[in-house]
């Protein structure tokens, strides 16, 4: 018997017992894991002051003269801009439960309004559509939706086979918008022109990147939200380690993004409604009406992060969001590259949207805290060498919310893994090596990050890059 082997039989009984907890058991254990940590980094780092711990009793000012000493002041205030988003993470985790049970459908599905399953693509990966697209129709039929289509808009064509539920959609090379939008919102708003779209106002759309999996949960969770009625767009969790992991390195580094979905997504949606911190572009369902109201024509500006531009287009309008239950995959980057280019796509984005004229400052104050925010983390991660080489004496509220981030940002990246990844699957020890491996990947996910802002901030903001999504070679369907 090998070494794993003999660790995962000893820790069998644990993770039976893990494993037969119950919802509310798991999110208390959660909760109880946070406090841990973030009373631990508390205390190491003099957010509560308590073993003896000494602030620096000197005056920066006269130490280091009053330039420096009012740059390390800023520096060391700069991760306050952080805090909105963070506390709206710590309430989606803590607030709401973490670990719900399975979602059970409230209506039957022959009731169901209809709905269009969209997948928008380039047409680079034909045969991962194609694979997808069957997939997914299968797994709608398997939960018992039978009003319903799956959709693909490309702009080459990919010869999808001949089915009654599917339509292919090509873009014409020809296609322009009224205020020249490009990219993947030119292709989303040519299926809203009049003589392209077939559905009605009160239809539903399920917005999917090509990669994109349905699970049973989100489809049943779907249709509870177009059963409910009451909102016009709403997205759920997207989780990246399922079946084949491609890249480690990336899919723990987006063990953030799980944590985040079920953190201030969730949190924005149940509570306020509105997407102050933004969305993201695949797992969208929308009404039909309501998106074309809105629609995906805004100019170039709106054509990097089209999903960013469309979410607070809504906002300013008036249209309401909610959370969805429920799950779909997809994969993380395959290379760290194509990680750090999708990474710096969504900062130059979220940047035009921000600085757009056409949305309200009212309805993006929160989220250009959080682009400037972004924007600088070079100069706020300088601070972890900085407090060591050139110490300050700073209010222990400062202190103390300045941990609060750091413990926050480091638990999403534990919860994240918690989420996206199987105990039973793994087994205790993979498992826990997984978490190991989140925490590791935090100093790689911020050089990403460093990288991509000042890359980003300097280059060209209106390119739309493509990460690679093919990992199978191509097959006969």
Not at 194 to 201: F, G, H, P, R, T
Request: net charge positive; with cysteine; charged share 20%.
């Amino acid at each position: 018997m090998t070494a794993a082997a003999m660790l995962t039989k000893c820790f069998c009984p644990k993770l039976n017992f893990l494993e037969m907890m119950g919802p509310t058991s798991k999110h208390l254990l959660h909760c109880c894991l946070f406090a841990v940590l973030s009373f631990v980094i508390q205390v190491l780092y003099g957010g509560i002051r308590i073993g003896g711990y000494e602030p620096p009793d000197f005056d920066p000012f006269e130490r280091y003269g009053h330039l420096t000493a009012i740059v390390l002041y800023v520096l060391r205030f700069m991760p306050i801009l952080a805090m909105p988003q963070a506390l709206f993470n710590f309430l989606g985790v803590v607030l709401y439960n973490a670990f719900p049970e399975k979602v059970p459908l409230k209506g039957s599905p022959l009731l169901a309004p209809f709905i269009c399953i969209r997948t928008v693509t380039r047409g680079d990966f034909p045969d991962l559509v194609k694979r997808n697209i069957l997939r997914n129709m299968n797994t709608c039929q398997d939960v018992g939706l039978e009003n319903f289509m799956m959709e693909v808009v490309t702009d080459k064509p990919i010869h999808l086979p001949k089915h009654a539920r599917i339509r292919e959609i090509v873009v014409p090379s020809t296609y322009r918008t009224k205020t020249g939008a490009l990219f993947k919102a030119r292709a989303l708003q040519y299926c809203l022109e009049d003589e392209v779209n077939i559905l009605s106002d009160n239809d539903w759309i399920v917005h999917l990147d090509e990669e994109t999996i349905l699970t049973r949960s989100s489809i049943r969770g779907i249709l509870n939200f177009a059963f409910d009625g009451k909102y016009q767009f709403g997205q759920g969790m997207i989780t990246y380690a399922n079946e084949e992991v491609v890249n480690w390195m990336t899919t723990l580094a987006d063990s953030y993004r799980v944590a985040e979905d079920m953190g201030k997504l969730r949190f924005q949606f149940n509570v306020l409604h509105k997407p102050i911190f933004s969305w993201k572009g695949s797992y969208v369902v929308s009404q039909v009406g309501a998106e074309r109201k809105v629609s995906y024509d805004h100019g170039i500006d709106g054509s990097v992060a089209e999903d960013c531009f469309f979410g607070m287009a809504a906002a300013r309008d008036g249209y309401l969001f909610s959370f969805i239950e429920g799950e779909m995959w997809e994969k993380s980057p395959f290379t760290i590259y194509d990680f750090l280019q999708q990474r710096k796509r969504w900062m130059q984005g979220i940047y035009l949207v921000v600085h757009n004229k056409d949305i309200p400052l009212k309805t993006k104050f929160f989220l250009g805290m959080s682009l400037y925010a972004w924007l600088t983390l070079p100069f706020s991660t300088s601070n972890v060498l900085l407090a060591q080489f050139y110490p300050v004496n700073c209010w222990q509220i400062l202190d103390f919310l300045s941990c609060f981030l750091m413990s926050i940002t480091m638990y999403m990246y534990i919860f994240g893994v918690m989420k996206s990844f199987s105990l039973y699957r793994f087994g205790m020890l993979k498992f826990f090596l997984c978490l190991l491996g989140a925490l590791l990947a935090v100093p790689f996910n911020a050089l990403i990050e460093n990288v991509a802002i000042v890359w980003g901030f300097f280059g060209n903001k209106h390119r739309f890059y493509v990460v690679k999504k093919e990992t199978k070679p191509p097959m006969d369907i």
